[in-house]
């Protein structure tokens, strides 16, 4: 056990404890988000630290402070006069639970030794024998804290080749080198969130929590890349100019990369994307309602293109944007269908001709070919290249993720039917950027998104959702997400927002206020035992060894050859 910092003096366990320290100990050294370890009498807590105070015993002190000079009052007063406190909020706590653990308790007075010798004893126990729990105590007045040992963080997060769970590092605390883990299999459990200010870094957090989920085989992943930066190459952020790899590139022969914009796509080239496109009569009036903003529809327009497809089917819109002034007279005068509000909807769809990937009708179904890449277990990425304003990618976002999930749908019902290990779907995780757009609360209940965050995991399909305004999606959705991982947010709301439905969410305020701009994130929620402060894992050339995984580049020409022709092969080209 490490020296003792500081004697818990007060608290309670709705609001904390406080925390007078040594007088040897600099309050400098303490700082908000550092992990410690209070040493009870039969338990040991593990404690994130929150604020950092400074007091005085005597009001005689602050109004006839020492002189700047005189070192040799400011030492006397140290530490009796004049002291450092810290607020600490249990988070865990690790209870004995072997039979000779309490043997010993019984034999030794019921634990009631001193502070140092508990530690000893603790510590020389091994994980196997203590117990993880909820903190449902708070030790008792003048328990030592301590500084969190490697071991105590190995037997909260895990390690990272634990061969019984699928743990990703993602991080290190803010003051140790000793990697914090998230547990793969509960994360992708329930729908998940990356949220921070522009500039966090959180496209790099996404693609490395991606590329864990793929090394650890976690799920299939389905990547709506609006900015085009997971998949092949994007551009370092920094001053330098440099680039990282995309997924693509570290995973050759698992990443598939289809684009919406096939130009854009070769020009930064991409090695084998293949084409996607989409046609006007895949496009139902749930996708129009989610776009209806970007092509100010009104609740009229809405309402005639519901008259529209009950006369014309899945090729209504074509037939409207073929229509004459007189024809669409004709029509309302039938289907008692309302003249402005039909050519206001003819005028505003007009719009949709100049997205590149809309067809008036498509011969091959793209979203199938999509599906049988999923199936055959590889991770896809949908790329828009020039295509990427709000309106396109909304629009083709929900057009895909919709057909997607009614097929895991079924997937789900048959499995649930046959009960057969064979017919369990593969989860699937789908990634969305400005997912405020897709799940604000006046459209979040006609999404395909809405119903697939409220659905958590049944249907083996769930959101990881990447935005800057967590503010602006649907409470009931936010209090869905399981795992929050949260960079720099300055807007109050947005703060709010991260702790909607987590229980001690004022003590962490203060933490993610205080977080860097860069590197530095807070993971709360299903995926790790309690919230965490971390130093995010880099994405550079030592991550890319560390995966293990051989790069495109690394590969022959014979062997690039081979994984294009085996990806076609695998979608019966």
Known sequence: MNI?????????????????????????????????VVQGTRSRFFCLL??????TASNRILTNPPDPGDDFLREVLAGNGTFGTINIAPMLMFTPISPEQKEWQLENGNGNGSAKSNAASFEAQSSADLE????????????????????????????????????????????MDVPVCLNLDRFIERSNGIFGKSGTGKSFLTRLLISGIIRKNAAVNLMFDMH??????????????STVKGLRQLFPGQVEIYTLDPESTKRRGVRDAQELYLSYDQIEIE????????????????????????????????QLLNMSNEEIKMFCEEKQGHTGAI??????????????????????NYIDQILQTLDAGKHVVIEFGSQSNMLSYMLATNMIARRIHASYVKKADEFLRTKNAQDRPQPLVITIEEAHRFLDSSIVHQTI????????????????????RPSGIDNEVMSQVGTRVTCLLNDEKDIDAIFTGVSGGQNLRAVLAKLDSKQQA????????????????????????ELGVTAWEELSDEEVFAAATSAKADLGF
Do not use: C
């Open 449 to 468: 998104f809405g119903t697939i965050a409220r659905e958590m995991r049944k249907y083996f399909v769930t959101l990881l959702i990447v935005d800057q």
């Open 343 to 364: 050519m206001a909807l003819q005028r505003k769809l007009m719009r949709l001709d100049n997205l590149k990937y809309l067809r008036t009708v498509s011969r091959h």
């Open 4 to 36: 003792p910092l500081g004697s818990v003096i007060q608290g309670s366990l709705s609001q904390g404890l406080e925390v007078r320290l040594h007088a040897d100990v600099s309050v400098e050294d303490m700082r908000v988000g550092k992990f410690l």
């Open 522 to 545: 807070l993971i709360l929620g299903h995926a790790v035992p309690m919230p965490v402060v971390v130093r995010t894992r880099a994405y550079d050339s030592n991550f890319y060894r």
């Open 132 to 175: 993880l729990l909820p903190v449902k105590t708070i030790p008792s007045h003048f328990s030592q804290v301590y500084d969190a040992s490697e071991a105590d963080f190995r037997a909260v997060f895990g390690w990272e080749d634990d061969p019984t769970r699928r743990n990703f590092a993602i991080g290190q605390p803010l003051d």
């Open 228 to 241: 085009s930066e997971y998949g092949w190459e994007a551009m370092r952020e920094g001053k330098e100019v």
């Open 50 to 55: 929150t604020d950092v105070t400074l007091g």
């Open 287 to 318: 996708d129009l309602r989610l776009v209806g903003q970007e092509l100010n529809l009104s609740e009229a327009s809405i309402d005639n293109a519901n008259i529209l497809a009950s006369e014309y089917g899945k090729s209504w819109i074509v």
